[in-house]
């Protein structure tokens, strides 16, 4: 797979030779000035509201991490970007995939959208974020708390809407490899074009590890804890098409994702399989009205390949989410707007033993109508109110309002915002019927509850911001109070005499906090982007902290930008060097002996993680650009493997691009 990826973007990178025509300026890739390319409040944010507006002037504060932030940081993952520029995100990887946390609330409360379509959650509730492309990606556009009147379940603690980047020049491509320790290899290709009315985007990625296993220093007791990350190998190619005329436009793409991870001590192989497939059909009636319909199935497939077996392979696992959306937006007069819509959602699951001995498989569907409506003052008011109506086949109705006020005055913006949030159960808390296996022993089950009511939370927030030419400041306090939340119960069941972690909605949760947000522009040439983050997240019944919650956390981006080299004037030699850092108070952990049922309490140290990358920007061929970056991530080479499990050390990388 590994070769096949290098003759691929070989190929690409060769050819681009001869496509170039119009190359962009080297501002376009990671910025000639500060103040013009990295200054986002102009930036065009559509995710809070689901309609254009600027960031400074959406009534729901919306936190941007662009594609320059991501390539400037040498990010390769989704996740890292995030980690890189959110406080409050915390990323502990497993063995069962890419776990996120919030505040508090794991990946089943998370809502996480590729060009605002659904990703499919698979095994544990989690989303595999090594799908995305970060090549790919135009900006990431974050939104805290509930907003569950625009997406529906699951956005009870925040939505992350990942944009990817359109074609909008007649040729233009790219080509990038990276290496990095252990063997680590990255590659992207894209290639896009636009003829007329027609475009057309054409994307490649590939990545493989030769893994790395640690383990912690021993206890009092003598016992180390073990991570292992296995070797893997996986590719992504994707394409999507696009043809605009005066009132019609249409989209159609998919995308393939293939992903092996060999697990060297079991002799088994596990093989994921994402097939994407959408399409967009937007027709414009006039200047203040549109419709828009999409259709989008996301499809995530797992297999088991036992080498001792003849490699033969089980078919264990797979989801589907297929959904359909009609929206019209209308601009009532111009201080009025209204968006409308009504969609529906299909969900499927199936395993060979998540329900039971034998292979089952589980549906659910839900469908919607909402509305919600912009009304703007002369006096710098502005008011976001909308409600949406779910009809679930399991939970029957539900009814989820919100209001949103903006006022704008001279360079502040002050909003305030109160949300509902729905989460119905999921099909595996519903029905989950495991038997949790460890060697040929079985400790406990897992086990669904067909009783479970949908959970709901009431999130609050203030915000102000103040706004300026080189200084951007928020500061946010909020408040989310969650009912009903589905946790696992252990309990013992006499009539067949065993240990059972049991589905139930047996916690009321509150998570309250403060958010602080900078980006300051001085020196000219130094840009800070900040951020720190405090959450109290509580179990109300046990005035617990949530399990993995960190209640301080904070990052910071320091980048020195130049246009020209030293001694290089007569040439345009773009070049950045970034320091960033991330900070994080302990986390609590608990574990239940699985005979007394007592809840043991464990802390986590405190860490501080650090990164360096200097990026440098040089002419190839004509108008043809290339860019080389070297980097140490955790610079300090912080080795805590109690807390940070899937984190080596110190590693260095290199990577070596051409945009045309």
Request: proline share 3%.
């Amino acid at each position: 797979m590994t070769k096949l990826a290098l003759i691929l973007i070989g190929l690409l990178f060769t050819s681009s030779f001869s496509f170039a025509q119009n190359a962009p300026n080297p501002e376009e890739i990671t910025g000639d000035s500060i103040k013009e390319r990295d200054y986002y409040l102009d930036e065009v944010v559509v995710t809070g509201t689901l309609t254009a507006r600027t960031l400074k002037n959406t009534p729901v504060l919306t936190k941007v991490i662009s594609g320059n932030d991501i390539l400037q940081s040498g990010a390769t993952t989704v996740l890292e970007a995030l980690e890189n520029f959110v406080p409050g995100v915390n990323f502990t990887p497993n063995p069962m995939g890419d776990n996120i946390q919030i505040a508090g609330l794991d990946n089943k409360y998370i809502l996480i959208l590729v060009d605002g379509e659904r990703l499919v959650n698979e095994r544990t509730e989690n989303v595999n974020f090594s799908r995305l492309n970060t090549y790919d990606i135009k900006k990431i556009e974050i939104i805290n708390g509930a907003s569950s009147v625009l997406y529906g379940s699951n956005a009870i603690g925040a939505v992350i809407n990942v944009i990817t980047k359109d074609v909008d020049k007649p040729v233009s491509g790219s080509a990038r490899v990276r290496y990095s320790d252990y063997n680590s290899f990255v590659g992207d290709a894209s290639f896009g074009f636009k003829i007329n009315r027609f475009s057309s985007k054409t994307v490649f990625s590939a990545k493989n590890s030769d893994g790395y296993s640690i383990q912690s220093k021993p206890n009092e007791n003598g016992e180390v804890s073990r991570y292992t990350m296995y070797p893997y190998s996986d590719y992504t190619l994707s394409q999507v098409f696009k043809y605009k005329q005066d009132k019609l436009d249409v989209e159609m793409k998919g995308s393939y994702y293939n992903s092996e991870t060999w697990f060297l001590h079991k002799y088994q192989t596990r093989v994921d399989e994402n097939y994407t497939m959408g399409g967009k059909l937007q027709y414009t009636f006039s200047e203040t009205n549109a419709l828009t319909f999409t259709g989008n199935r996301d499809t995530y497939d797992g297999h088991q390949i036992y080498k001792l077996r003849n490699d033969s392979s089980d078919y264990v696992n797979g989801s589907k989410y297929t959904a359909f959306r009609l929206v019209d937006a209308w601009d009532v007069t111009e201080k009025i707007q209204l968006i409308s819509g009504a969609e529906m959602n299909l969900e499927n699951t199936f395993s060979y033993n998540q329900f039971g001995f034998d292979p089952g498989e589980k549906d659910a569907s839900n469908w919607n109508l909402f509305s919600q409506g912009e009304f703007k003052t002369e006096t710098g008011l502005e008011a976001l109110i909308g409600v949406r109506y779910t009809q679930h086949s399991q939970f029957g109705g539900y009814l989820s309002p919100k209001i949103s006020l903006m006022y704008r005055l001279e360079n502040f913006r002050f909003r305030g915002n109160i949300s509902n949030g729905y989460k119905a159960p999921t099909l595996k808390e519903l029905y989950m019927n495991f038997p949790h296996k460890i060697g040929e022993d079985i400790p406990f089950w897992v086990i669904g509850n067909a009783d479970l009511i949908p959970e709901e939370s009431w999130y609050k927030s203030l915000s102000a911001e103040y706004i300026a030419n080189d200084l951007n400041m928020s500061v946010t306090v909020h408040d989310n109070a969650i009912k009903n939340k589905i946790n696992t119960n252990q309990i013992w069941n006499e009539g067949l005499s065993r240990t059972e972690m049991q589905y139930e909605n047996v916690e009321d949760a509150q998570i309250t906090g403060v958010d602080v947000s900078l980006q300051w522009t001085f020196l000219k040439d130094f840009q800070l982007k900040g951020g720190y983050s405090f959450a109290n997240a509580v179990d109300k019944a046990t005035n617990r902290q949530l399990s993995g919650n960190s209640k301080h956390t904070g990052t910071v981006n320091v980048v020195y930008k130049r246009k020209h080299l030293p001694f290089l004037s007569a040439t345009e030699t773009p070049y950045s060097l970034l320091l960033s850092g991330r900070m994080m108070s302990p986390r609590i952990f608990y574990s239940t002996d699985s005979d007394s049922g007592e809840i043991t309490e464990d802390s986590t140290g405190s860490y501080f993680i650090s990164r360096f990358v200097y990026t440098q920007q040089f002419p190839v061929y004509k108008r043809m650009q290339g860019d080389l970056q070297v980097g140490i991530n955790n610079l300090l080479n912080y080795t805590n493997r109690d807390f940070l499990a899937n984190n080596p050390g110190r590693t260095y990388f290199v990577s070596l691009g051409i945009r045309f």
